[in-house]
């Protein structure tokens, strides 16, 4: 469920000189949905210049049968965004659109840059000017100015110069570029179409196009992709590795495959490491739905208490945290799930869920239980405590804002008002996900981050001062510029 832990943003690229790509952009933009979902972009390529359409909102709300045919090409790229650096306003709507010695090109982000201010301050004196606040301008002029003869040299002092977490997708008229961050913190696929490939955050995206995954893109290696095929680009060599744990715990979707594991069963196999670290007496298992059905199947399976349905989920709401003001998010836990009171009444529910961050949403969700009938709650988490912030692209608030990192596992168990409370440690999450501890980024849980980060990080730090000039009032030269964003 997981309200308060926000992913940065989905990305999505392809070449095919058989089929529309602005299209199959769209669909793959659409199965990437659950990574961002405050606004939408896709840039394509004519040969001769790039095409632009970005939009506050849904895929759905930002893109409608007549933007597709303002979008012609045989190479896209396409985003999802939620605002890890940046405001959320349309300027920071990505893929962004730069002009630089290298030409133009448009760069799609996912992930945090820690060193973007310095990077910014660098780029501003040497007299390059900045439209918006978002760390992923930084990139694209960082690359836009690179030095060197050819693309492999340019990734190359890019990787060289930007520390943080990246997975980038990158469009110039003739080619569409990918890269991966040296320690490979955010997913990034590559797959085959009959005509083409395809790029993408998750491979579920490959599934809804009927494409097939190759390989995952390699931490610090740089694709360049065209008519002449795939070419790698190894851009810089990994110092450790350091993905994201939380992909495998909540961000990326069930169906999709990282590391070779499809995560469904990952998923159900942590709620069964769960079930021997904090074994419950109760009458059912329910997972809060849809994060944390997966694990509350593997607790079933391992406890042997029958798990139930007792919370439906609307559909059609979306993730809470599309709200982005406190009191609609505190209605959005009522408009998004309803109890089952028949299921529940007079029972005693182990319930799982992913993750606590700030511990706004578990206490209202045991309440809902409770008025439904609820006798005892115990609440399972397939999440360790979150005592760290996260400096590399999710968005779960400053330190003091984590519960965990002010409360001790029994205080938070009383702040939510549950009856036991228990969190999967470190180990035994290790030992679901069955990959060694050196692979993963854990500072989260551990403190223990992969590089130096700065001590508190502003996700506003490179927004333009008040009445700053709007991306849509620079020209673009070479670029079509965009049109009016649909209000829908
Ligand atoms: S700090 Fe936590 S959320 Fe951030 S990259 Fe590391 S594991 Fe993921």
């Known amino acids: 469920m997981t309200p308060s832990l926000r992913e940065s943003c989905g990305i999505f690229g392809v070449y095919t000189p058989e089929e529309d790509v602005a299209r199959i952009s769209f669909y793959g933009l659409y199965a990437l949905q659950h990574r961002g979902q405050e606004s939408a972009g896709i840039a394509t390529s004519d040969g001769r210049r790039l095409h632009l359409r970005t939009g506050m909102g849904l895929v759905s709300q930002v893109f409608a049968e007549e933007d597709l045919a303002y979008l012609p090409g045989r190479l896209a790229i396409g985003h999802t965004r939620y605002s890890t650096t940046g405001s ?19 760069l799609g982000h996912n992930g945090n840059i820690v060193n973007a201010a310095v ?30 003869a050819n693309w492999q040299d340019r990734f190359a002092h890019l990787m060289r110069r930007l520390e943080g977490a990246y997975s980038l997708v990158v469009l110039t008229p003739q080619a569409l570029m990918v890269a991966r961050d040296p320690m490979g913190n955010r997913p990034l696929s590559l797959g085959r179409l009959d005509s083409g490939w395809v790029v993408a955050s998750e491979t579920c995206a490959f599934d809804h196009l009927g494409a097939t995954f190759i390989r995952e893109v390699e931490p610090g290696e740089a694709l360049h992709i065209d008519e002449g095929g795939v070419q790698s680009l190894k851009g810089f060599e990994s110092r450790r590795d350091a993905f994201c744990i939380f992909e495998y715990i909540y961000f990326a979707r069930p169906d999709s495959v990282i590391d070779g594991k499809l995560l469904y069963p990952v998923r159900m196999a942590m709620g069964a490491q769960l079930a021997r670290e904090h074994p419950a007496d109760a009458d059912f298992v329910i997972g809060i739905p849809d994060s944390a059905t997966a694990a509350a199947v593997g607790y ?42 028949e299921v529940l009444e007079g029972r005693r529910l182990v319930v799982v869920d992913d993750s606590i961050v700030r511990g706004t949403t578990t206490p209202r969700v045991i309440a809902m239980l409770r008025r ?18 996260c400096f590399f692209g999710i968005d779960m608030g400053t330190r003091w804002e984590l519960i965990a990192s002010q409360m001790s596992v029994p205080e938070v168990e009383h702040h939510v008002g549950a009856d036991s409370l228990g969190h999967l440690s470190v180990d035994r ?57 649909r209000k829908s």
Request: proline letters at 10%; hydrophobic letters at 40%; one cysteine or more.
């Open 119 to 148: 990077l910014r301050a660098d780029l501003e004196e040497q007299g390059v000017a900045f439209a918006a606040g978002a760390d992923s301008e930084v990139i694209a002029q960082v690359l836009a100015t690179a030095p060197g």
């Open 300 to 341: 079933s399976q391992e406890s042997g208490i029958p798990f139930v349905e007792g919370l439906v989920k609307n559909r059609y709401v979306g993730r809470t945290f599309i709200e982005p003001d406190q009191r609609i998010r505190e209605m959005g836990v009522h408009l998004k799930f309803n109890p089952l009171r």
């Open 88 to 106: 959320s306003r349309e300027a920071n709507a990505q893929p962004v659109l730069v002009e630089g010695p290298n030409g133009t090109l448009a």
């Open 429 to 485: 999450l290790l030992k679901a996900v069955g990959l060694p501890r050196e692979h993963f980024c854990l500072a989260c849980f551990t403190g223990d981050y992969p590089m130096p980060v700065p001590l508190q990080m502003d996700k506003l730090a490179l927004e333009p001062a008040m009445g700053a000039r709007d991306r849509h009032e620079f020209e673009w030269p070479d670029v079509v510029r965009p049109s009016p964003v």
């Open 372 to 389: 439904a009938g609820a006798r005892e709650v115990h609440m399972r988490i397939t999440a360790p405590p979150i005592t760290h912030p």
